[in-house]
């Protein structure tokens, strides 16, 4: 397979969150295009399952869609020396008031592979201890529970619209059958 080759890299807009940089890259035609990518340090999402089975899941407003979507607990990485199992066990305490010590790591994906490099990784916490939430001044989040299958069903309706949540419930799921 012939590879495309970075030229150049240039610096658009560098935010608190968001980091736009333009690619200069040589096609395997040999010609030059460029790409505009959004760099992202990663993140960490976790389905915590109680002890019924049933699975935590928060309600929160989101700027990007312009109203309260309802999530699996997630954030993203403090910085590249955060280990993404880190940044779960610290979002799952902070948005849920919960903790485990059983987390195990069900999947990764990239959220957009088009536009930007965020990798989000997916775990799953059973065995949740009560503990104290802990939002960011910005968040307002309401925990909420739901069965698996109520979920399932929320996808396949529409109410559900997060992609990491998506995707993560249906991998949960699937992972149970194995």
């Not at 910085?79 to 999947?107: K, M, N, Q, W």
């Not at 989000?120 to 069965?147: C, G, M, P, W």
């Not at 309706?157 to 799921?173: A, F, H, P």
Request: aromatic share 8%; charged share 30%; net charge negative.
């Amino acid at each position: 397979m012939s590879v495309f080759k970075r030229l150049k890299q240039t610096d658009i807009y560098k935010g608190v969150r968001v980091h736009l940089i333009k690619d200069r890259l040589m096609t395997p035609e040999g010609k030059e295009v460029d790409w505009e990518l959004v760099i992202h340090p990663g993140a960490a999402a976790i389905i915590p399952i109680d002890d019924q089975g049933n699975i935590l899941m928060v309600r929160q407003y989101r700027n990007a869609s312009d109203s309260y979507t309802l999530e699996i607990p997630a954030g993203t990485l403090d910085g590249p020396d955060e280990a993404p199992i880190e940044c779960a066990y610290r979002e799952l305490e902070e948005e849920t008031g919960y903790r485990s010590e059983h987390v195990d790591y069900l999947f990764k994906f990239y959220s957009s592979i088009g536009i930007t490099n965020e990798v989000i990784h997916i775990y799953t916490a059973k065995h949740l201890i009560q503990s104290e939430q802990n939002l960011d001044e910005d968040e307002f989040v309401e925990v909420e529970r739901y069965s698996l299958d109520e979920l399932v069903d929320m996808i396949f309706s529409g109410e559900l619209v997060d992609n990491k949540t998506i995707s993560s419930i249906l991998m949960y799921k699937e992972s149970l059958s194995r």
